[in-house]
């Protein structure tokens, strides 16, 4: 079945502008999440959303991202006047709520969108 | 200092080797913790989850120590396909918490 899907693929802005990044998650995955993913360096928490609910927003590092599901299924990652300090790949990753997957909740990564600021 | 902390790497083992990586975890409130592994310029991809009482599958045991916050993975009889980067994980509420994952190059 299909994955977690992102686009673009690619993205590459320069400083000052405005970028919008998307992710479909895997199809009845209520759970939704984004990290950022600096060169050599592990996957890091942005914010998670329960079905359109964003609860838990504590790993965005600027008033300048912003991220909304608004339906509860596709989600979008805004980041606002991109800095160089923001080019990195961004990773969305989708789950099954954990009660419904025993004895973890797997989360299932999408290929990501490598995102360079110039 | 970071949450969950393993060695860098890389590491680099000829075929057929024994390779073992830890990872320590500072919060002890994590309930579930994960190595994932991933391949270059792609997404991480689940590899195992670590328990107690120790998790073997196939080639790769791993093992999780709650005194010591202590975590490992071994990998027996090591392939050109393990060749990746994995990556250390710890639960908070809901999301994943990630080493900086260390490097293995097995040649031939």
């Known amino acids: 079945g299909a994955g977690v899907s992102q686009s673009p693929r690619y993205k590459v802005a320069k400083r000052g502008q405005d970028v919008a990044l998307r992710c479909d998650p895997i199809s009845g995955h209520v759970s939704l999440f984004w990290y950022q993913q600096a060169l050599g360096q592990g996957p890091e928490f942005l914010t998670y959303?329960?079905?359109?609910?964003?609860?838990?927003k504590s790993g965005l590092p600027s008033d300048r991202f912003f991220a909304e599901r608004p339906e509860g299924s596709v989600s979008t990652l805004k980041i606002q006047r991109t800095q160089q300090e923001d080019s990195a790949v961004y990773l969305c990753?989708?789950?099954?709520?954990?009660?419904?997957?025993?004895?973890?909740?797997?989360?299932?990564f999408g290929p990501g969108t490598r995102l360079t600021v110039l | 200092r970071k949450e969950v902390e393993q060695d860098p790497g890389p590491f680099n083992v000829p075929e057929g080797a024994t390779v073992a990586f830890n990872c320590t975890y500072s919060?002890?409130?994590?309930?579930?913790f994960f190595w994932y592994r991933q391949d270059c310029r792609k997404e991480p991809k689940l590899l195992m989850s670590?328990?107690?009482s120790g998790n073997e599958d196939g080639r790769f045991t791993a093992q999780l120590n709650r005194a010591s916050q202590y975590i490992s993975l071994l990998i027996r009889d090591s392939k050109l396909s393990d060749s990746a980067t994995y990556l250390c994980?710890?639960?908070?509420?809901?999301?994943?918490?990630f080493g900086t994952g260390t490097r293995l190059l097995v040649s031939p």
């Open positions: 919060n002890s409130a994590s309930q579930s």
């Open positions: 670590v328990y107690s």
């Open positions: 994980v710890g639960t908070g509420f809901q999301k994943l918490v």
């Open positions: 990753a989708s789950s099954l709520p954990r009660v419904r997957q025993k004895p973890y909740n797997e989360q299932f």
């Open positions: 959303f329960q079905n359109e609910a964003q609860l838990d």
